[in-house]
C-alpha cells in the first residue's frame, strides 16, 4: 500500500526523471568521459546556480506569477558584495558574513518591490518584474561603474572548490535548498497555502486568508535564493560582473516547467523543478562532450528540450511498461 | 547656454557599455570632451552587443538631430551601413571605429571605399597574441579557441588571427567552440571541454571575460599545464597575468580609441579630409609588463 | 434576542439594485428560510454577512453590535460561516485540505498529515460522502463537491451557518443527512439561514421564512403559518398551477437514438444500453457517483468511451468529441454551469450563441444586431434577469446563470438534447416555465434526456425512466410504474449485492 | 448614448493611452527636438517592427499561450529571405516576390510546429517555444554559415526609406496589420472564440467547437506576423543577419501585457498592444534624447514601465477626472 503509494506519488513527480535517465543513458554510450565522477562532479556545479534560482522561481510560478528580473537582480546583489567582501579595510571574517547578508537583502528587498507592487496594484507580474530587470541591472552597472569586481579573499574563494566526499560545497547548497524547500512546500502549512492560493484564490480569499500576503512573501523568497546564488556564483567564478546573470530567468523558468509545474499556478513540484535543472546541465554538458558543431548543438538541444516534455506526457503508459 | 549651442555637438554610438571595454572607452572620450571643451559630446550605448536595432535607432536619432559628427563603433558591420549612409546623405560627417565597416556593402550602399575607419586591426592582435601562446606551448600543441557571439565582427577577426597563429604553429585545434563572449558559459564549456580532451596545452579566448571563466575552470580541474591568452587587457585578467594564472592578453588602448575618432571627426569638421584606415596600436601584454 | 439584524439595507451594482431598504431580523437558534424568484436578492444578503460585498446604505448588527466585515475573514472571525451556491474550492488539492486549509493541523509547525486524515474521514461520514480524504478534488462530481463545502462549514465551530441552495445537486439520501446535521447545530443553538428553492425542503427544516422579490422584501413568516401555494404567490407575485404540466399530447414516435453497452472509462465494461424515440422526455435517475453524468458525458464525446456503440436513425456514428456530436444534431447541457458551461467574463449575448456561431454571421464576420435579437429573445421567453444582455454572465444570480446554459442550447437547436440537472438553482415559476419549453420541445419532435437529482421533477415530466446504480442500468420504469420508491429501489439495486467499501471509485453514494 | 458607449470602450482598452499621453507630454518639454517632424518619423520606424511581432503574440497570450521563439524564427525567416532576394541569377521582381513568400511561409511552418507540439502533447507553449528558440537559431547560423547577408536589390531596399505623405512605408504596413488584427479579433466569429477559448477553453470545447484548431492557427498567425517582421526589417536594414531579433519575445511580450492583455488569456484588446509598443518605442526615442547616462536610463525606463501600467490601474478615476 504505501510503497505503491510512493512510487505512484513519485512518477507523478518525476515523470520528467524518466526523460533524465534516458538521455543520460544516451551520453553514456554516446559521449566520451560523460560517465566519470569528475564529469558528474562538473555537471552538479554547473546545475546549482540554476537549481538555487528556480527554487525561487517554483515559489512564484505556483502562485501564477514569473519574475523576470532574477538574472539582473543576480549581477546587483554580486556586485555589491562583491565590493563589500573585496574591501580591504574590512577584516576577512566581517567582509565575508557582511556581504552574504547584504546579498540576500538585496535579493530580498528586490523580491519585496516585485511582490508589492504586483499585489498592490495587482499588475501583471511581468510588467512589475520586467521592470525590475531593467532597474537593477541599471543599478549594477552603476554600482560597479562596470567594471569586473575581483580579488576576492582565500577563505571565500576556497570554498569554490571545496569538496565534501567528492561532492562540491555548492551543489550541497543547492540541493539542501531543493530538500528544504519541499519540505516547506509539501510539509507546511506556508507551503500548502501557496498551492491552494494557486489553485483557486478566490476560494482562499472566501476561506478568510490574505493571499496578498503569501504571494509577496513568494517573491521574497525568489528574491532570497537569487541572493544565495549570487553568493555561489561568487565562489564558483571568483568575480562579480554586472553583466552577470543575463537569461538566467529563461534557465530557471525553463527547470520550473521542464519540471512540470504549470504556469498557471496551483500544480507542480520542487522534485520536477530539480529535474528540470538537471535536464538542462545533462544536456550542456552531454552534447558538448559528443563533440557537435554550435549550431548543431543548439538545434539538438531545442529538440530534446521538447522530447524531454513530450515523454513526460507518456510518464504514465511508461510507468506501466517499465513495472511490468 | 546659448554659447553651448554653438559649439559642434558629437554623436557618439558605442557597443554595449555594460562591456568594461566599451566602458573605459566611453570614459576616456567623455574625459577627452570635458578637457577639450570645443564640442559637445552625446554618447549612447547599447543593451547587449548584438543589438544592432538600437544603435540604428540611435543613428537615426541624432539625425533628427542633426548632430554635427557622428562617431559610430558598429555591432554589425554589414547592418550599420545603410543608416551610416543615411547620416551622411544628410551632411553629418560619419567616423567608424573599432569594428570596420563592411567594403562590399559599402560599395554596394554608394559610400567610398577609402571611408575613413580609425582603430585596430584585430585579427593582427590575435595573431600577436596567438604567436605568444604558439611559441610558449610549442609547435604542434593542442589548443581550444573559446569564441565571441557566431556573426560578431570582431568574433570572426579574431578567430582569423588565431587561425594565422595555429598555421604557423601547427597548432591542433581541438575544438572551436563560441562561450558568447560570457564568463559564465566560458567556465561551464572549458570545464567540460577539459573533460573530454584532457591533453590540452592552449586556450585561446576571444575576449577577456572569457578569460576569467577559463581560468577558474582550470583552477577547478587542478589544471596548471594550460596556458591562457585573451584580448581587451582588463583589470582582473591583468591580475591573472600578474599572478600567472593567465599568459597574455591584447591591449587595444580603449580608452584611447573614442577619443581618437572623435579627434578625427573634429578635424574633417574643420575641413581636413581623411580616409582610409587610420590604425591605433596594439600592445601585447604579459607577466613581464608587470615587473 | 436576534443574532442578525439588518437595518434597511440597500446594495447598489452598476445598473442594478440588487436589494433595496431590506430590514430583516434573524433570531438566535432559529433556522431561517430565505426564499425568492431567481435574482431577487438572496446571495447578495449572504455576501454581507461574510464582507464579500459591502452595503450601499444601512447597516449590521450581529449579536447586538455593528458588524461592517470588509474581508471574509472578519466573518469567519466573528464566527459566521457560508456554503456558497457557487463552489470554490481548490482542484488539485486534497478532500482533507480542501476541508481544513484554513486551520491546519500542526505538530513542531508541520502540517500534521495524520490527524488531518482522521479528522476528515469523521466530516465525511457526517455529511455521507465516503471518498478518501486524499482525492483530489477535481475528480470529484458536482454533487460530491458540494458535499466537501458542507463538510468545509461544518467542520469548525460558528455562530452562524449559511447554506446557499445547498441541496441543488443532492439526491434524497445526502438531503436527509444534511438535514439530520441541521437539526442538530440547532440544538446546539447555533443559527441557520437557509436557502433553497425546494419548497417541500425549507417547509420540513425551517422555523421562519423571509420572502424577497425583487431585491424588496415582502415580509417575514413562520413557516406553518403560509402554505406552499400562499408562499409561491408571494415569490413570484401571481399563482401558477400547481404539479407539473406533463403533456399527454405527445406520443414518442421511432427510435431516434440507440446506445449499445456505452461503457465511460472508469465505470463498467459492459456498459448501458437504451433508446431514445422521437418527441421522447426519458428522465434518468440514481444516487450520487451512480455514473448518470459520466455515461452522458461519454456519449456526447466530451470524454474518451471505455466502449460501445451509437445509432441515429439505426445507422452507427463515431462521436470523438462534442463537434461530432453536435454536427450529428445531439447536444449536452452539463452539470457544472461554472467550470463546463459559462465563459463566465463574456456577456450574456456571447454566452447564448457560443453554439451556433453561424447563425449570427456572414462569411465569418458577426452580425451583432443578429446576435442582440436572439439573446434578448432568450432573455425575454426564459426571463432571465439581467441588466442587460452585454451583462457579464459573472454577474447574474446562479439561477439566471443556468437559464444561460440553457438558452444556449435552445440555440442550437438539437435533435436530442441532453440535459444534466437543466433546473439547479431555478426558482419555482421559471422552473414550471422550462417544464413547459421542455414539453414543447418533445411536441416538436425532438428526443429529450433529462439527468435529475430532483425526484419529483423527473416523475412530473417524464415518459419513462431509467435508473442508474453503480455504473449500470439497474431498470427501467414506464410512467405507470412511477413512484418514489421504484425509483430508490433501483437506485440502491446494485450497492445491496455487494459488500460496501470504504474507499474508492465504486463506493455507494 | 452612443458616444458615450464609444468613449467607455476607449477608456477601458486605452486605459495605457493616458500614460503614453502624459510621457509625451513630458518628453515634449524636457526632451529636445522630440516634438520634430523628423523624430516621430523615426518613432513610427522603431515601432513598427515590434507592433508587428506584438500582433501575432497577441493572439497567442490571448489563448494563455506564449511565443518565446519569435526572435529566432525571425532571423531564420530574414535569413532564408535574405539569400533568396540576393541570388543575382534570379530576376529581381522574381527574387522578391519569392523571399517575401518563403519568409512568410517559414514563420507560418515555425508557428506551426509550436502550435501542432504544444496542442498534440498539452505541453506548455513556453517548452515548445523555448525548443524552437534554440532551433530556428541554429538553423539561421547554420543556413546562412553565421554571415550577415546583404547587397539586396535596389527596387526592395528603397521600399525602406519610402513614405507616404512623410509616413514610412514600414509603418503603414504596422498599422494595416494592426487594424486587420483588430477587426478578425473584435468583428469575426474567430476571434469571438479566441476570446472565448481563453476564458474558458472547456466550455468551448463542450459548446461543440474544437479549441485545438483555434490554438493552432493562433501559433500560425504568430509566425506569419514574424515572417512579415522579418521582411519589414530587411527593409529597413538592408541585411539579413542570423543574430537579429534577440530578445524581440520580450519587447513583443511587453508590449502585449503593458497593452493590458492578461497572460492568463481571454483578455485584452490589440489596440492596447498598439499602444503598448508606442509606450516602449516612445520611451527608448525620449530617454534617448533626453540625453541621460545609459544606466540611468535603463533604471528609469524600468521605473516608467511599472507606473505606466499602475497608472492604467487607475484608469477609472483617471476617466473621471477628464470628463468633468
Ligand atoms: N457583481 C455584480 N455586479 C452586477 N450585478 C450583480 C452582481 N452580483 C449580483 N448582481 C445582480 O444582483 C441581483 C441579485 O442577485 P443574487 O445573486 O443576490 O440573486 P439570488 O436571489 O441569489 O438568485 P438565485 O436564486 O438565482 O441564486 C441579480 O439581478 C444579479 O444580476
Ligand atoms: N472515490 C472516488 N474518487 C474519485 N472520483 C469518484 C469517486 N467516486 C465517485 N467518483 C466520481 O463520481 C463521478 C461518477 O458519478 P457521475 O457524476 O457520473 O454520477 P451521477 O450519477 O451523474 O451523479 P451526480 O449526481 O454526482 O452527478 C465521476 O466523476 C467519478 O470520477
Ligand atoms: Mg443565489
Ligand atoms: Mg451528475
Known amino acids: 500500500m504505501n510503497a505503491q503509494k510512493i512510487t505512484r506519488s513519485l512518477l507523478r513527480e518525476a515523470g520528467i526523471g524518466v526523460a533524465l535517465l534516458l538521455l543520460s543513458v544516451v551520453f553514456i554510450f554516446f559521449a566520451p568521459n560523460f560517465a566519470t565522477f569528475a564529469n558528474l562532479r562538473n555537471i552538479f556545479t ?3 546556480i540554476n537549481t538555487v534560482i528556480a527554487i525561487g522561481m517554483t515559489f512564484v510560478i505556483l502562485l501564477a506569477g514569473i519574475d523576470l528580473s532574477v538574472g539582473s537582480v543576480l549581477a546587483l546583489c554580486a556586485v555589491v558584495a562583491g565590493l563589500i567582501i573585496s574591501n580591504p579595510s574590512l577584516p576577512v571574517g566581517v567582509a565575508i558574513l557582511l556581504s552574504i547578508l547584504s546579498s540576500v537583502a538585496i535579493g530580498m528587498v528586490c523580491g519585496l518591490f516585485n511582490g508589492f507592487v504586483s499585489e498592490r496594484w495587482k499588475i501583471a507580474s511581468f510588467v512589475v518584474t520586467l521592470g525590475m530587470l531593467n532597474i537593477a541591472r541599471g543599478l549594477a552597472l552603476e554600482v560597479s561603474h562596470s567594471r569586473t569586481i575581483f580579488m576576492f579573499p582565500k577563505a571565500f574563494t576556497m570554498a569554490g572548490d571545496l569538496t565534501l566526499l567528492g561532492i562540491p560545497f555548492i551543489f550541497l547548497i543547492a540541493v539542501t535548498l531543493v530538500v528544504l524547500a519541499h519540505f516547506i512546500l509539501s510539509k507546511t502549512v506556508f507551503g500548502r497555502l501557496i498551492y491552494a492560493i494557486g489553485n483557486n484564490e478566490e476560494a482562499v480569499r472566501l476561506s478568510g486568508h490574505n493571499p496578498m500576503k503569501y504571494k509577496i512573501i513568494a517573491f521574497v523568497i525568489c528574491g532570497a535564493t537569487v541572493g544565495i546564488a549570487a553568493i555561489m556564483y561568487m565562489m564558483r567564478l571568483q568575480i562579480a560582473s554586472p553583466i552577470l546573470g543575463v537569461g538566467f530567468e529563461l534557465s530557471a523558468i525553463a527547470a520550473v516547467v521542464i519540471g512540470g509545474t504549470s504556469m498557471l499556478g496551483g500544480k507542480g513540484s520542487l522534485i520536477g523543478t530539480f529535474l528540470g535543472a538537471c535536464i538542462i546541465g545533462v544536456l550542456n554538458n552531454g552534447l558538448l562532450l559528443i563533440g557537435l558543431g554550435d549550431f548543431a548543438r543548439q538545434i539538438i538541444t531545442g529538440f530534446i528540450i521538447i522530447l524531454a516534455v513530450i515523454l513526460d506526457t507518456y510518464r504514465y503508459r511508461l510507468s506501466k511498461a517499465l513495472s511490468t | 547656454s546659448a554659447q553651448a549651442k554653438k559649439k559642434p555637438v558629437v554623436g557618439l554610438v558605442m557597443k554595449s557599455l555594460a562591456n568594461e571595454f566599451f566602458k573605459q572607452m566611453e570614459e576616456g572620450a567623455v574625459a577627452f570632451a570635458k578637457k577639450d571643451g570645443s564640442f559637445e559630446l552625446i554618447p549612447v550605448g547599447m543593451n547587449s552587443e548584438s543589438d544592432i536595432d538600437t544603435q540604428i535607432n540611435a543613428m537615426d536619432n541624432f539625425i533628427a538631430k542633426k548632430v554635427n559628427v557622428i562617431v559610430v563603433a558598429p555591432a554589425d558591420s554589414v547592418g550599420m551601413v545603410a543608416a551610416v549612409k543615411r547620416a551622411v546623405d544628410a551632411g553629418i560627417i560619419v567616423v ?21 575607419f580609425v582603430g585596430v586591426d584585430n585579427a593582427e592582435g590575435a595573431e600577436i597574441v596567438g604567436d605568444h601562446l604558439g611559441k610558449t606551448i610549442g609547435k604542434g600543441g593542442k589548443v581550444f579557441i573559446i569564441e565571441g557571439n557566431p556573426g560578431a565582427d570582431n ?8 587561425m594565422r597563429s595555429v598555421k604557423k604553429y601547427n597548432l591542433n585545434v581541438l575544438s572551436s567552440t563560441t562561450a558568447h563572449w560570457e564568463t559564465e558559459e566560458a567556465n561551464t564549456v572549458v570545464t567540460n571541454l577539459l573533460t573530454k580532451y584532457p591533453s590540452v596545452k592552449g586556450i585561446m579566448c576571444a575576449n577577456d571575460s572569457m578569460v576569467l571563466g577559463a581560468v577558474r575552470a582550470l583552477d577547478a580541474a587542478g589544471r596548471k599545464d594550460v596556458q591562457v591568452v585573451g584580448f581587451d587587457n582588463i583589470l582582473p585578467v591583468q591580475d591573472l597575468i ?5 599568459l597574455a592578453t591584447i591591449d587595444q588602448f580603449g580608452p584611447d580609441l573614442a577619443s581618437n575618432g572623435i579627434r578625427a571627426g573634429l578635424r574633417m569638421l574643420k575641413g581636413e579630409k581623411l580616409t582610409g584606415w587610420q590604425k591605433t596600436p596594439l600592445r601585447l601584454v604579459t607577466k613581464a609588463d608587470f615587473k | 434576542m436576534n443574532m442578525i439584524e439588518f437595518h434597511s439595507v440597500t446594495v447598489q451594482f452598476t445598473g442594478v439594485k440588487a436589494l433595496s431598504q431590506v430590514d430583516l431580523n434573524i433570531e438566535k437558534g432559529e433556522v431561517h428560510v430565505l426564499v425568492g424568484e431567481n435574482g431577487a436578492g438572496k446571495s447578495t444578503l449572504i455576501k454581507l454577512l461574510s464582507g464579500v460585498h459591502t452595503p450601499t446604505e444601512g447597516s449590521i448588527l450581529f449579536d447586538g453590535h455593528p458588524f461592517t466585515p470588509t474581508t471574509p475573514r472578519d466573518a469567519i472571525k466573528a464566527g459566521i460561516r457560508v456554503v456558497y451556491q457557487e463552489l470554490n474550492l481548490l482542484p488539485y488539492l486534497s478532500v482533507a485540505e480542501n476541508i481544513f486549509f484554513e486551520r491546519l493541523p500542526q505538530k513542531h509547525g508541520l502540517v500534521d498529515f495524520k490527524k488531518l486524515y482522521a479528522d476528515t474521514e469523521v466530516h465525511l461520514q457526517e455529511v455521507g460522502l465516503e471518498v478518501s480524504p486524499q482525492t483530489p478534488v477535481e475528480h470529484l462530481s458536482i ?23 445547498p441541496t441543488a445537486s443532492l439526491t434524497p439520501r445526502e ?18 439561514i437557509y436557502i433553497s428553492h425546494r419548497l417541500q425542503e425549507f417547509i420540513e427544516i425551517g422555523d421562519r421564512i423571509t420572502i424577497l422579490r425583487n431585491g424588496t422584501k415582502v415580509g417575514t413568516w413562520g413557516i406553518r403559518d403560509l402554505t406552499t401555494d400562499e408562499i409561491v404567490k408571494q415569490m413570484i407575485g401571481k399563482d401558477i398551477g400547481s404539479g407539473y404540466p406533463y403533456r399527454n399530447d405527445v406520443v414518442p414516435g421511432e427510435v431516434v437514438l440507440s446506445v449499445q453497452n456505452l461503457a465511460y472509462m472508469g465505470g463498467p465494461a459492459t456498459g448501458v444500453s437504451f433508446a431514445v424515440r422521437r418527441g421522447e422526455i426519458l428522465g434518468i435517475g440514481g444516487l450520487i457517483g451512480a455514473g448518470r453524468t459520466e455515461t452522458m458525458r461519454a456519449l456526447f464525446g466530451a470524454d474518451p468511451k471505455r466502449g460501445g456503440r451509437v445509432l441515429l436513425d439505426g445507422k452507427e456514428i463515431t462521436i470523438d468529441s462534442p463537434l461530432d456530436a453536435v454536427n450529428h444534431g445531439i447536444c449536452l447541457l452539463t452539470e457544472d454551469r461554472k467550470n463546463q458551461g459559462l465563459i463566465l467574463d463574456m456577456s450574456c449575448a456571447a454566452n447564448t450563441t457560443i453554439t451556433n456561431l453561424r447563425r449570427v454571421s456572414r462569411f465569418g464576420i458577426l452580425d451583432k444586431s443578429a446576435e442582440r435579437k436572439v439573446s434578448e429573445q432568450y432573455v425575454r421567453e426564459l426571463a432571465i434577469k439581467t441588466s442587460s444582455i452585454d451583462q457579464l454572465a459573472r454577474n447574474l444570480s446562479g439561477g439566471n446563470q443556468q437559464k444561460i446554459v440553457l438558452a444556449k442550447w435552445l440555440f442550437r437547436s438539437a435533435r436530442i438534447i441532453i440535459l444534466d440537472g437543466p433546473t439547479r438553482g431555478i426558482d419555482v415559476g421559471a422552473k414550471f416555465e422550462i417544464y413547459t419549453l421542455i414539453g414543447e420541445l418533445a411536441a416538436a419532435g425532438k428526443s429529450v434526456i433529462i ?5 419529483p421533477e423527473l416523475l412530473g415530466i417524464c415518459q419513462r425512466i431509467l435508473v442508474f446504480s453503480k455504473g449500470t442500468l439497474a431498470g427501467e420504469l414506464h410512467r405507470s410504474e412511477f413512484s418514489q420508491e421504484a425509483v430508490l429501489s433501483l437506485a440502491y439495486k446494485a450497492y445491496l449485492t455487494v459488500p460496501r467499501q470504504t474507499i474508492g471509485k465504486d463506493a455507494p453514494q
Open chain 3, 175 to 192: 438531503i436527509d443527512r444534511l438535514f439530520v446535521l441541521i437539526k442538530n447545530l440547532r440544538k446546539k443553538g447555533v443559527t441557520i
Open chain 2, 155 to 162: 568574433a570572426n577577426q579574431r578567430k582569423e588571427g588565431f
Open chain 3, 143 to 165: 454533487a460530491q463537491m458540494q458535499l466537501v463545502e458542507i463538510a468545509k462549514a461544518l467542520s469548525s465551530d460558528s455562530k452562524l451557518v449559511v447554506f446557499d441552495e
Open chain 2, 242 to 246: 600578474k599572478r600567472g594564472k593567465c
Open chain 2, 96 to 116: 567608424n571605429f573599432d569594428v570596420t565597416l563592411n567594403k562590399e556593402a559599402m560599395k554596394n550602399a554608394g559610400l567610398p571605399a577609402d571611408f575613413l
Open chain 1, 46 to 48: 554547473q546545475i546549482s
Open chain 3, 451 to 455: 439527468v435529475s437529482s430532483e425526484m
